[in-house]
């Protein structure tokens, strides 16, 4: 199993990015999966989930209305479109699938910053 995430950066207070996680090694439309975050000195959370079919997700309060998460089966990709951004978002992002046990990639740093 692979997860590779891109798309992270640097933008301003109100902007948006689009996070990628490009998946191997692993029937990818069989499994859910989330992407979660980790800022400094906290640990780490779950900020979205997604069903294997995309047809069911589930966001944490503090990014309801501004994230969606999304997936394309057909490139074995997860997305995780992120607007309205605060400098509360800066943090590492992770995808994670569970499959027998937990997978992680190797994350993509956001910074939310003037």
């Known amino acids: 199993v692979q997860l590779v995430e891109s798309g992270g950066g640097l933008v301003q207070p109100g902007g948006s990015l689009r996070l990628s996680c490009a998946a191997s090694g692993f029937t990818f439309s069989s499994y859910a999966m989330y992407w979660y975050r980790q800022a400094p000195g906290k640990e780490r959370e779950l900020v979205a989930a997604?069903?294997?079919?995309?047809?069911?997700?589930n966001y944490a309060d503090s990014v309801k209305g501004r994230f969606t998460i999304s997936r394309d089966n057909a490139k074995n990709t997860v997305y995780l479109q992120m607007n309205s951004l605060k400098p509360e978002d800066t943090a590492v992002y992770y995808c994670n699938v569970v499959r027998m046990r937990e997978y992680w990639g190797q994350g993509t740093q956001v910074t939310v910053s003037s």
């Open positions: 997604i069903s294997s079919a995309g047809g069911s997700t």
